[in-house]
Nanobody, 129 residues
Framework: QVQLVESGGGLVQPGDSLRLSCAASPRTFRLYAMGWFRQAAGKEREFVAAVSWSSGYTYYADSVTGRFTISRDNAENTVYLQMNSLLPEDTAVYYC??????????????????????WGQGTQVTVSS
């Protein structure tokens, strides 16, 4: 059983930055990808960003490209999401997810929620003046 612990959410003003972290444990599990998704009130969960664990290749939703950066620390089994130039429409609960069974290697599964088998509890990000 993999546990994902997220941190770094909060209340910020438009234009501000936040950095989210997500640590996976235990480290004995092999990870194939880690991703961030978000869900705003009354909306469906949507893909934000993902990183292939072995190659480091990154993927972004169009809405965050150029503003958000996903990175990983393989040794610590930790993924980060640096969010810059935040907008009110970025307000959502952000969820970290990981793939331990290689689903994300097939098609565009790395962009889809069902490509991941473990999820964090979510962290609230609110962007408001």
């Amino acid at each position: 059983q993999v546990q994902l612990v997220e941190s770094g959410g909060g209340l910020v003003q438009p234009g501000d930055s936040l950095r989210l972290s997500c640590a996976a444990s235990p480290r004995t599990f092999r990870l194939y990808a880690m991703g961030w998704f978000r869900q705003a009130a009354g909306k469906e969960r949507e893909f934000v960003a993902a990183v292939s664990w072995s190659s480091g290749y990154t993927y972004y939703a169009d809405s965050v490209t150029g503003r958000f950066t996903i990175s990983r620390d393989n040794a610590e089994n930790t993924v980060y999401l640096q969010m810059n130039s935040l907008l009110p429409e970025d307000t959502a609960v952000y969820y970290c997810a990981t793939d331990t069974i290689k689903r994300t290697y097939y098609g565009d599964s790395i962009l889809q929620a069902d490509g991941y088998d473990y999820w964090g509890q979510g962290t609230q990000v609110t962007v408001s003046s």
